[in-house]
């Protein structure tokens, strides 16, 4: 495809290094002539200077050939503008647009409701807001991804000295979860990221990603010896748009909820908009006001204000004066790949999910969504298996996937199956397949059409 991407920020430049590394005609549009100018230098696509709100930068970056725009600057109103001339100006087909408002999104729908296009709106805000609720229901995971209409459940935890899985290769995952069926999915080491083949060690210090069925959940974890909260107990450090939507969510499955506010006005919309929640005003690294929070009682301390250090900060402070678990939301992405790494027990970054987000949206034959882990290291694919497909009617342990990619999950009408090597793939089932990012171009022509 021919593809245009407005914005050369960290989420731009991550999107046009993976598209034209799939073999797509990337144009990336960026209106900071000296960012242009060094994108122009350090990526393999063609750079355009100029705003990608109007018609003329569009134009020039190939839009009305295109078969495919990006917008996905930091600006919602950039965004929205570009979004609305590659629509409506150029016919674009496929329109994905990056929003993070919910009212700039809904006025966005509403002109766009007669475009004969494809319109999408990606809001990575609300997409952490589903994470942090999800991650919420698993103690102990790290991150976790949902698949197959939710069906399925992709979830890391870090390995400790005396786990039952430690110093045990990968096939050994069947022996413990006879009755649960489970997959070792990816496995993070330090700095190195693998999906594993059978004989593949578990070590101590590793983050294991395991696939389960969700309805597995509470044998799965009774067998890692996780309980679930069944009393949630949050507080939430912010009163931006994640916390206080995170805040109605949890109200909403009778949760106890503490927002803390930084300032007064903030923490007085918070109170109106909240009726039922406590709300407490001031610094959220102030230890003496997380104390006056019974901080120690927290099951879950969950830092979403705007200042993304601060979260990290307040995160560490909150598991130092004795929350069970502390979430933190954070978008720089050294820190962001500090998963495991700090006392904090999840990291939520809105720019690996508005990547993810955009990228289960392009185009593709067959692809039903697509999703990142660790970092944009690893990636899932859920895809359907068609006749004319290289996968159809094969039998799973002699597929000739590469190295570092394996089938993790099929669903055939109904049924959910976390597959044995065994199993065959049959024509219309929905298969989820993992691979290390340098494997999707393979990936992709190995499915077919």
Same mark, same amino acid.
Request: hydrophobic fraction near 50%; charged fraction near 25%.
């Given at each position: 495809?021919?593809?245009?991407?407005?914005?050369?920020?960290?989420?731009?430049?991550?999107?046009?290094?993976?598209?034209?590394?799939?073999?797509?005609?990337?144009?990336?549009?960026?209106?900071?002539?000296?960012?242009?100018?060094?994108?122009?230098?350090?990526?393999?696509?063609?750079?355009?200077?100029?705003?990608?709100?109007?018609?003329?930068?569009?134009?020039?970056?190939?839009?009305?050939?295109?078969?495919?725009?990006?917008?996905?600057?930091?600006?919602?109103?950039?965004?929205?503008?570009?979004?609305?001339?590659?629509?409506?100006?150029?016919?674009?087909?496929?329109?994905?647009?990056?929003?993070?408002?919910?009212?700039?999104?809904?006025?966005?729908?509403?002109?766009?409701?007669?475009?004969?296009?494809?319109?999408?709106?990606?809001?990575?805000?609300?997409?952490?807001?589903?994470?942090?609720?999800?991650?919420?229901?698993?103690?102990?995971?790290?991150?976790?991804?949902?698949?197959?209409?939710?069906?399925?459940?992709?979830?890391?935890?870090?390995?400790?000295?005396?786990?039952?899985?430690?110093?045990?290769?990968?096939?050994?995952?069947?022996?413990?979860?006879?009755?649960?069926?489970?997959?070792?999915?990816?496995?993070?080491?330090?700095?190195?990221?693998?999906?594993?083949?059978?004989?593949?060690?578990?070590?101590?210090?590793?983050?294991?990603?395991?696939?389960?069925?969700?309805?597995?959940?509470?044998?799965?974890?009774?067998?890692?010896?996780?309980?679930?909260?069944?009393?949630?107990?949050?507080?939430?450090?912010?009163?931006?748009?994640?916390?206080?939507?995170? #805040? &109605? *969510?949890?109200?909403?499955?009778?949760?106890?909820?503490? %927002?803390?506010?930084?300032? @007064? =006005?903030? $923490?007085?919309? +918070?109170?109106?908009?909240?009726?039922?929640?406590?709300?407490?005003?001031?610094?959220?690294?102030?230890?003496?006001?997380?104390?006056?929070?019974?901080?120690?009682?927290?099951?879950?301390?969950?830092?979403?204000?705007?200042?993304?250090?601060?979260?990290?900060?307040?995160?560490?402070?909150?598991?130092?004066?004795? #929350? &069970? *678990?502390?979430?933190?939301?954070?978008?720089?992405?050294? %820190?962001?790949?500090?998963? @495991? =790494?700090? $006392?904090?027990? +999840?990291?939520?970054?809105?720019?690996?999910?508005?990547?993810?987000?955009?990228?289960?949206?392009?185009?593709?034959?067959?692809?039903?969504?697509?999703?990142?882990?660790?970092?944009?290291?690893?990636?899932?694919?859920?895809?359907?298996?068609?006749?004319?497909?290289?996968?159809?009617?094969?039998?799973?342990?002699?597929?000739?996937?590469?190295?570092?990619?394996?089938?993790?999950?099929?669903?055939?009408?109904?049924?959910?199956?976390?597959?044995?090597?065994?199993?065959?793939?049959?024509?219309?089932?929905?298969?989820?397949?993992?691979?290390?990012?340098?494997?999707?171009?393979?990936?992709?022509?190995?499915?077919?059409?």
């Amino acid at each position: 495809m021919q593809i245009v991407i407005v914005g050369g920020g960290q989420v731009g430049t991550t999107l046009a290094e993976r598209l034209s590394g799939e073999g797509h005609d990337v144009s990336l549009l960026e209106r900071d002539p000296v960012l242009a100018a060094e994108l122009q230098e350090s990526l393999d696509v063609r750079v355009v200077e100029g705003n990608g709100a109007t018609a003329d930068a569009l134009r020039r970056a190939g839009a009305a050939d295109a078969s495919l725009v990006l917008a996905c600057t930091d600006s919602d109103e950039a965004n929205f503008v570009s979004g609305r001339v590659a629509a409506s100006m150029f016919k674009v087909p496929h329109v994905v647009v990056r929003l993070r408002d919910p009212a700039h999104e809904e006025a966005f729908q509403e002109l766009s409701r007669h475009d004969a296009v494809e319109i999408v709106c990606v809001n990575p805000e609300a997409a952490a807001v589903d994470k942090i609720a999800l991650l919420l229901e698993v103690p102990g995971a790290l991150d976790i991804e949902s698949f197959l209409d939710g069906e399925l459940l992709v979830a890391g935890f870090p390995i400790g000295e005396r786990s039952e899985f430690a110093e045990r290769p990968v096939s050994d995952m069947r022996l413990f979860f006879a009755e649960t069926p489970s997959l070792v999915v990816a496995i993070a080491r330090g700095d190195l990221v693998m999906v594993p083949h059978g004989a593949e060690m578990i070590c101590a210090g590793d983050i294991a990603y395991f696939a389960l069925a969700r309805s597995d959940l509470a044998a799965f974890l009774e067998l890692l010896d996780q309980e679930r909260d069944e009393q949630f107990n949050v507080m939430i450090a912010g009163a931006s748009r994640i916390g206080l939507a995170l #805040a &109605r *969510r949890l109200q909403g499955r009778e949760a106890h909820v503490t %927002l803390v506010a930084s300032e @007064g =006005e903030a $923490a007085q919309r +918070a109170a109106e908009a909240l009726p039922g929640a406590l709300v407490v005003q001031g610094p959220v690294t102030r230890a003496a006001l997380l104390e006056e929070g019974e901080i120690n009682r927290v099951s879950t301390f969950v830092a979403v204000t705007d200042d993304h250090e601060t979260n990290l900060v307040a995160g560490l402070l909150a598991k130092r004066q004795g #929350a &069970r *678990r502390a979430f933190a939301l954070v978008d720089n992405p050294a %820190l962001a790949n500090l998963i @495991g =790494e700090t $006392a904090v027990d +999840a990291i939520i970054s809105p720019r690996l999910l508005a990547i993810g987000l955009t990228l289960r949206h392009i185009p593709r034959v067959r692809v039903h969504s697509m999703a990142a882990l660790l970092g944009d290291r690893v990636e899932m694919i859920e895809a359907e298996v068609g006749r004319g497909s290289p996968v159809c009617r094969a039998v799973i342990e002699k597929l000739a996937l590469p190295r570092g990619a394996l089938v993790i999950a099929v669903r055939r009408g109904t049924k959910l199956l976390v597959p044995r090597g065994q199993d065959k793939i049959e024509p219309g089932d929905r298969m989820l397949l993992v691979a290390t990012t340098d494997l999707t171009a393979k990936l992709h022509d190995f499915l077919g059409s």
